[in-house]
């Protein structure tokens, strides 16, 4: 039989809803570092999904921002919402027999860390970071990477992410691409980077993978 055995999560935007806290967090970096006047948040969030370092990059601001950064998400992570229908949605689809896993533009440690303080790390079998591979997104190395933990072929897997780089990572690694909606911060761009599949709330997640027969 075939059908769907894994699904790739992207973690901001589309587990949880990370950007109050994250504009936050970015606003002390900003200060510490930088020093007086606006954080550009808006343009920060313009490269969601990337590695932080690689942002900082782009943006030509001091990796020494990462620090504060981090620091700061991590004092405010339990203030980080779950999306709502998320925890049902991991259930079912555990219950189902699908493989689960995370592959975010995190650390694997923080990734590890938040999911743990927000209760919903038991339903993975791996959770991957943009540290512990060569590559991070939009390169198809995370995605691969998690597929190789999860013991599953590109074929049998989705990967759901909210931005351009998670569709891009997808799409490298022969995995079907599935558009998030319900976090992103924009759905234009999003959409331009051609998925596979749009969803626009967590539960249609469910209904997409039950008409293309799952297989247990």
Request: hydrophobic letters at 50%.
């Amino acid at each position: 039989m075939t059908g769907i055995n894994a699904v790739i999560f992207d973690l901001d935007g589309v587990l949880v809803d990370s950007h109050e806290v994250m504009g936050k967090a970015f606003a002390v970096a900003y200060a510490e570092v930088v020093g007086q006047g606006p954080a550009p948040f808006e343009e920060y969030q313009r490269y969601q999904g990337l590695y932080f370092p690689e942002i900082m990059r782009r943006m030509g601001l001091p990796l020494e921002m990462e620090e504060p950064f981090v620091r700061e998400s991590s004092r405010l992570a339990e203030q980080i919402p779950v999306i709502d229908g998320v925890p049902d949605l991991l259930a079912a689809l555990c219950d189902n027999g699908l493989r689960l896993a995370v592959a975010t533009g995190k650390a694997g440690w923080r990734a590890r860390s938040l999911l743990t303080t927000l209760k919903l790390s038991d339903f993975f079998t791996a959770i991957v970071g943009s540290d512990e591979i060569a590559n991070p997104k939009p390169a198809p190395d995370i995605a691969l990477h998690a597929l190789a933990l999860l013991r599953i072929e590109p074929a049998a897997a989705v990967m759901v992410g909210d931005a351009p780089a998670d569709i891009r990572c997808a799409r490298g690694a022969g995995v079907t691409a599935i558009a998030a909606t319900w976090a992103t911060v924009d759905e234009d761009d999003l959409l331009d980077s051609d998925p596979h599949v749009v969803l626009h709330k967590p539960g249609m997640l469910l209904e997409w993978l039950s008409a293309q027969a799952v297989s247990p």
